[in-house]
Nanobody, 113 residues
């Protein structure tokens, strides 16, 4: 049974940083394309960033230059480092494994003064 468990969300002031983590269990990890998505209240879920097993990354325009996706295949973990956070980044952030369509439960990120 594949499970994705996110952590690292919270409340941060504008301009601050957070690092999200997603631990994947129940299956091999290193070969799979992984992604981070987010969903703000009243909006559709949207891609933030993705990373291949080889470490090739892709970012939404809103994330470029501020967010960094990375992975540690030895720890079955994918990360999202978020810098210079703004109120528009407030959302529930989800970890996603494309193969098999697996989602984590989400972690809340709130950017507010």
């Amino acid at each position: 049974q594949v499970q994705l468990v996110e952590s690292g969300g919270g409340l941060v002031q504008p301009g601050g940083s957070l690092r999200l983590s997603c631990v994947v269990s129940g299956s091999p990890f290193s070969m799979y394309l992984m992604g981070w998505y987010r969903q703000a209240p009243g909006k559709q879920r949207e891609l933030v960033a993705s990373i291949t097993g080889a470490g090739i990354t892709n970012y939404a325009d809103s994330a470029k230059g501020r967010f960094t996706i990375s992975r540690d295949n030895a720890k079955n973990t994918v990360y999202l480092q978020m810098n210079r956070l703004q109120p528009d980044d407030t959302a529930v952030y989800y970890c996603y494994r494309y193969s098999g369509d697996y989602w984590g439960q989400g972690t809340q990120v709130t950017v507010s003064s």
